[in-house]
C-alpha cells in the first residue's frame, strides 16, 4: 500500500479529493481508492494491523501526515512553559524543536527511532497546549498591528475574527454544556455553569474532558493542509459525544483530511459522511483492505460481522434470551446474530447473501419451524434458510435425549422422569390445544398459498377472486386436524414437538428433574455450556440443521 504526494501548487491539501493511497494486496495485485470526502474510517478487529497501518500511511509522507497516537498521557501542568509558535508545533509533530531535525522532516525522535511507533506513550499536553496559546498570540497580534495600521492610515479598522481560544471554547460548549472553559492568564480553567461553584485548574477535569481539551486542541494548533491519522478516536470519549466532537472538528479544518483508525463499529457506523476501509486481513508486511460500499445493509451490523472473523447465523430471539445462548453452544464457530423475529432473519440472511462481495462470509439463517409446510421450509432453504425439527426453539429444550441426558447427569431415572414429562406434554398441553393449534396451523398455511398466489396488475380482483378461490380450505382443515389427532392417538413425542407451537413448554417441566420451574432453563444452559462441543451436538443433532463452516 502507498500513498501518493501530493502536488505542490494543489491548494490546502484538497488531493486527497483526486486521489487517497492505494493498496497492495496480499495477492500481490494493486487497487487504487478515491475519495471526495474530507475524513476516512479505518475499521479492523484487534490483531489486524490498524495501528501499523497508520504509522505506514505516516511513513510515507511525514511532513504532510501528522498522527496523533493511541497511547495518549492526558496530564498537563497547571502552569504552562510558553513558547512561540513555531517551537510549541515542532515540539508536537517532530517531538523536539531541534533545528537539526526540523529541517530533516524526521519524526525519528518522536516515535523513539521507529522502536515503539504504535505502542509509546506520547506526552505533549503541555506542548499542545502551549501551541494553541502561540497561535492565539499571534492572531491578537496581528489583529491589534492590522488596527493600528488602520488608524495611521485613516482606514475603517477590521471586524474582529473568531481566534483560535474562540473556536475551542465553541465546540466545548457544543460537546459539554454543563461545564465552561475558561481562559485567563495563559491558563485554562473549568466551571460548572449556571452554579455559583468556584473555578478550578483544567487539568482537575475528567478523562473524558481532558481528551476533548487534548485532541480538540491538537487538531486546531497544526498548521494547515495536513493529513491526520486519529489511532482510536474513541478513547476517553462517550459514546454520546464522540461524533459530536469529530464532526465539529472536520468542520472547523476542513482544509485537511482526517483518517480514523477503530475496532468501534458504533463510531464507524454513526460517523455518517465518511468513506469506510475495512481490513480483511493482514500478513505482517501488506494489508488487504476493502472499500465499504453498503446501500442495503446496518452499517453497525455489518461492522460487527466484519470484526468477528466468522461465518454469519441469524437467529430468532433477543441479545440474552435463552434461545440465542443455547444457539452460541450448538454453533460456536459461527457469528451468532438475534433478529428478533422471524422475518428479520429472512430478510437479513437474504440481503447479506446478496452481498457477500462486501463481506466474503458464509451466511445462514435458522428460524423456528412454526406452522410451516414442507413446500415452504424447502424453498427457503434455497436461501440458506434452515428450519429446526420442533415448531419453537424453546421445544429443544424438552426433546428426548436432552432429558435422557440431563436425568443420567443428575442420577434421576430417565424412565420414570421421561414417563411424566411424555403425558404431561402431550396429554394435558397437547391434548387439551389441538382445536386452536389446528387453527393456527391452518391460517399460516392460507397465508402462505396467497403469498404464492400470482395476482394480475391488469385483471387485480378477478385473479385474487380466482386465487381464494382456489385455496381448499376445508381439506387444509381436515388434513390437517387428521395429522394432529393422530399424533396425539400414537402418543409420537418427536411428531408433538415438530408440531405444536407453545412457547410455555420449557418452562414447565424443571420440577420432573427436581429444578424449580423457573431455574430450569438457566440451569441446562449451565451444564451445556461446560460439556464437550461433540457430547452436546449429539444430543441435539437430530433437531438442528447442519450448517457448513
Not at 419451524?369 to 426453539?393: A, G, M, Q
Request: with cysteine.
Amino acid at each position: 500500500m502507498r500513498t501518493k504526494k501530493p502536488e505542490t501548487n494543489i491548494s490546502k491539501c484538497l488531493w486527497y479529493k483526486v486521489q487517497l493511497f492505494g493498496v497492495t494486496l496480499i495477492n500481490g495485485g494493486f487497487k487504487e481508492y478515491t475519495t471526495n470526502n474530507n475524513s476516512i474510517i479505518i475499521i479492523g478487529a484487534n490483531g489486524s494491523g490498524k495501528s501499523k497501518l497508520g504509522a505506514w500511511i505516516e511513513d510515507q509522507d511525514s511532513d504532510i501526515v501528522h498522527r496523533i497516537g493511541a497511547q495518549r498521557n492526558l496530564n498537563f501542568k497547571p502552569n504552562l512553559q510558553l513558547s512561540n509558535y513555531n517551537d510549541a508545533k515542532n515540539k508536537i509533530i517532530y517531538g523536539t524543536d531541534d533545528e537539526d531535525t526540523v529541517k530533516r522532516r524526521d519524526k525519528c525522535y518522536r516515535w523513539d527511532w521507529g522502536k515503539s511507533k504504535t505502542t509509546k506513550l506520547i506526552d505533549d499536553f503541555d506542548d499542545v497546549l502551549a501551541a494553541l496559546i502561540a497561535l492565539y498570540n499571534n492572531e491578537t497580534s496581528t489583529y491589534f498591528k492590522n488596527c493600528q495600521n488602520a488608524e495611521k492610515n485613516n482606514s475603517v479598522k477590521p471586524n474582529t475574527n473568531l481566534t483560535v481560544i474562540d473556536i475551542l471554547m465553541e465546540i466545548w460548549n457544543s460537546i459539554f454544556p454543563q461545564r465552561n472553559i475558561l481562559f485567563e492568564d495563559s491558563k485554562f480553567y473549568a466551571q460548572e455553569r449556571n452554579k455559583s461553584s468556584e473555578k478550578y485548574s483544567a487539568n482537575q477535569m475528567s478523562d473524558g474532558e481532558r481528551s476533548v481539551l487534548y485532541l480538540a486542541s491538537q487538531v486546531l494548533a497544526i498548521p494547515e493542509n495536513k493529513t491526520l491519522i486519529i489511532d482510536e478516536p474513541e478513547i476517553h470519549l462517550h459514546g454520546t459525544i464522540m461524533n459530536k466532537l469529530w464532526e465539529t472538528l472536520e468542520e472547523y479544518r476542513s482544509d485537511c483530511l482526517f483518517i480514523y483508525i477503530t475496532h468501534d463499529t458504533n463510531f464507524a457506523a454513526s460517523h455518517k459522511n465518511s468513506e469506510k476501509i475495512w481490513i480483511k486481513s493482514y500478513d505482517g508486511e501488506n494489508w488487504d483492505l476493502e472499500k465499504i460500499i453498503s446501500n442495503e445493509l446496518p452499517e453497525k451490523l455489518l461492522f460487527d460481522i466484519l470484526g468477528s472473523r466468522k461465518n454469519i447465523l441469524f437467529v430468532e430471539g433477543e441479545e440474552s434470551s435463552f434461545d440465542t445462548q443455547l444457539y452460541s453452544i450448538l454453533y460456536p464457530d459461527f457469528f451468532i446474530i438475534p433478529c428478533g423475529s422471524c422475518m428479520q432473519v429472512i430478510m437479513r440472511t437474504k440481503s447479506f447473501n446478496s452481498t457477500q462481495k462486501i463481506h466474503n462470509y458464509n451466511v445462514y439463517g435458522i428460524i423456528d419451524r412454526d406452522f410451516r409446510t414442507e413446500e415452504e421450509i424447502n424453498k427457503l432453504e434455497k436461501d440458506n434458510i434452515y428450519t429446526l425439527k420442533v415448531s419453537e426453539v424453546e421445544n429443544l429444550f424438552v426433546i428426548e435425549e436432552l432429558i435422557s441426558f440431563l436425568a443420567n447427569h443428575l442420577g434421576k431415572n430417565f424412565s420414570d422422569v421421561f414417563s411424566d414429562i411424555n403425558n404431561y406434554i402431550i396429554k394435558q398441553r397437547f391434548g387439551n390445544q389441538i382445536h386452536s393449534q389446528v387453527r393456527k396451523n391452518v391460517v399460516s398455511q392460507i397465508k402462505y398459498e396467497l403469498s404464492m398466489a400470482e395476482i394480475s396488475e391488469i385483471n387485480t380482483k378477478e385473479s385474487l377472486t380466482n386465487a381464494v378461490g382456489n385455496i381448499n380450505t376445508d381439506n387444509i382443515y381436515e388434513d390437517t386436524l387428521n395429522s394432529y389427532k393422530q399424533a396425539l392417538l400414537s402418543n409420537d413425542y418427536k411428531k408433538v414437538l415438530e408440531m405444536f407451537n407453545e412457547k410455555g413448554l420449557a418452562k414447565s417441566i424443571g420440577h420432573y428433574l427436581g429444578f424449580q420451574n423457573n431455574d430450569y432453563l438457566n440451569t441446562v444452559i449451565s451444564i451445556l455450556r461446560n460439556k464437550e462441543q461433540t457430547e452436546v451436538l449429539e444430543i441435539f443433532k437430530n433437531y438442528i440443521p447442519e450448517l457448513q463452516n
